[in-house]
């Protein structure tokens, strides 16, 4: 746990929450809207990532794995 993680992707710009399986992380939004920084959350477990912005919620098309 603990470890950065950069989500890239379009239209991030105002992204309101970043979880992994569920749990939620802090983020950060690079001024061009393109990447979010973030770090995986105590407690998350392998599974999805999910980011919401104002356009929807996206969901990643593999799973994340947490290493124990």
């Known amino acids: 746990m ?3 993680v950069k989500i890239l992707g379009t239209d ?3 992204a309101t ?4 399986n569920g749990v939620a992380a802090e983020f ?3 001024s061009a809207g393109a990447a979010i920084s973030t770090t995986v ?3 998350a477990t392998t ?10 919620t996206l969901v990643s098309n593999i799973g994340f794995r947490v290493a124990q």
């Not at 999805?48 to 356009?55: A, K």
Request: glycine residues 24%; aromatic residues 4%; proline residues 8%.
């Open 28 to 30: 950060t939004v690079n």
């Open 12 to 14: 991030l710009t105002g």
């Open 17 to 20: 929450s970043v979880s992994f």
């Open 41 to 43: 959350p105590a407690g």
């Open 47 to 56: 599974g999805r990532v999910q980011v919401t912005t104002p356009g929807g």
């Open 2 to 4: 603990g470890a950065s």
